[in-house]
């Protein structure tokens, strides 16, 4: 009897049968649980977006897909006639309220078509949905299990739903079940997160994100993704998330990875971009995997930041001149920016503190002193900067003959307004940096 349980269950797993039966055999392999999930929202032509509820009698998912995850769809396509009978299919993702994408693979099944039907039975139902969720090849690894012939099955979930008689939406409202089986979710997931500084930041505001691996295992990650970091920075367009920031850079992605009870941090800034981002609903995604001597224990797994905003920046109407930082060290590049946040273009004149348009001033007792003049014997030219534009470059600091001594530092900015002929007209106005150091290596 018990070779007879063992041949039924495999094939029912295989087969992707009713998960009733399965639930009663006593062996059911202990990576194995069982989703059972009631669903109610929409199914439109295009899209699927349905919230999901645990059955209460036998979902054993609860822990990593609680209740109010979602089933959301993408490249959806729902094909039927006017009977309501034809087939649908798209790439489909059960993401979690906390933004953690669990499974991914794709949802295809047919249109009105009665799976019961009989003698006494239609075999037509009118806008019915029957179909699979299926794992797709990159989730496989996690998505699998081994039965007694050691063959290998693709996770499978049964997706059957129809029209809720009780909703008056003008998008077309269903509810149904989602049932089948998953692999369990290592506990070791959860101990990775993936955090950012603040909640809210300008377009230009550098954003601080933070790995922290609380795991037992090392975790692999990969360069050259958003800002050519490891973190994928995505945008919200309409209930679709899309990858932004793209790596500029064609070499090939390179390993990184985070060692066990450890924190990774990175500086993400937008003015590295290529194309300026704009004002949106924005996460950070980091795809990892466990890790041991660079050997993998699993496949990829994702983690999400929480939602952030980016908002446009408010007008100043000031010229600022300021550094990217307020202490370097001796041979550090300086980064600094001229901003023209004003509504009339403004112009200056080269040739200063290593040929720039700043003058770099060293503070000596209770006076400041220039320092770095322009040796080029080059005629001076006027440099004009837009209104609600900006300048950024670098003082060439790296080498022994032109770096900053330690001391304290700030940068002077002279600028005049254009006429009529864009000309410098009337009396100039100069500006000062907050001050910065520089100190010994």
Not at 113 to 127: D, E
Not at 209 to 225: G, H, L
Request: net charge neutral; with cysteine.
């Amino acid at each position: 009897m018990e070779k007879v349980l063992t041949a039924l269950k495999s094939v029912a797993l295989v087969a992707g049968l009713s998960i009733m039966s399965i639930a009663q055999v006593p062996d059911l392999d202990p990576r194995l649980l069982m989703l059972s999930k009631n669903f109610n929202g929409s199914v439109t032509r295009t899209s699927v977006e349905i919230g999901l509820t645990g059955n209460a009698d036998c979902d054993q998912t609860k822990s990593f897909i609680p209740d109010n995850s979602k089933l959301v769809t993408q490249s959806f396509s729902l094909k039927a006639d006017s009977n309501g009978i034809g087939t649908f299919s798209g790439s489909a993702y059960i993401i979690t309220p906390a933004g953690r994408i669990v499974l991914q693979g794709t949802l295809k099944g047919t249109v009105g078509i009665n799976t019961r039907c009989g003698s006494s039975r239609n075999c037509t139902l009118p806008w019915h949905l029957e179909g699979l969720f299926e794992s797709t090849p990159s989730s496989m690894d996690r998505a699998i299990f081994r039965m007694a012939a050691n063959a290998i099955a693709p996770m499978m979930l049964n997706f059957s739903g129809d029209l809720n008689p009780l909703s008056a939406s003008a998008l077309p409202i269903y509810q149904g079940r989602l049932d089948g089986l998953v692999p369990a979710l290592p506990a070791e997931v959860d101990r990775i997160t993936l955090v950012q500084d603040k909640t809210t930041y300008l377009v230009t505001d550098v954003i601080n994100a933070t790995v922290v691996n609380e795991s037992s295992e090392t975790i692999q990650t990969w360069d050259k993704r958003s800002f050519c970091s490891i973190f994928q920075l995505q945008i919200l367009d309409g209930n679709q998330w899309n990858d932004t920031a793209f790596c500029p850079f064609k070499a090939p992605s390179l390993p990184v990875y985070i060692a066990p009870n450890s924190k990774f941090g990175v500086q993400l800034n937008p003015v590295q971009t290529i194309e300026p981002l704009k004002a949106g609903t924005y996460r950070l995604a980091l795809t990892f995997r466990f890790v041991s001597g660079n050997i993998p224990l699993s496949d990829s797994y994702v983690v999400q930041t929480q939602e952030f905003r980016m908002v446009p920046l408010t007008p100043t109407n000031q010229v600022i001149v300021a550094t990217d930082k307020v202490a370097y060290q001796e041979q550090e590049p300086v980064a600094l920016r001229i901003n023209n946040d004003t509504d009339e273009a403004i112009l200056t004149y080269d040739h200063q503190s290593y040929c720039s348009i700043v003058t770099v001033q060293r503070q000596n007792g209770g006076d400041w002193e220039e320092v770095a003049p322009c040796l080029l014997g080059t005629m001076t030219r006027v440099v004009k900067i837009p209104s609600r534009d900006q300048v950024d470059f670098k003082l060439p600091t790296e080498s022994a003959a032109s770096k900053l001594p330690q001391g304290i530092y700030r940068l002077e900015f002279t600028y005049w307004k254009p006429d009529a002929e864009g000309k410098p007209t009337g009396n100039p106005t100069t500006l000062h940096s907050a001050l910065f150091s520089v100190t010994g290596k």
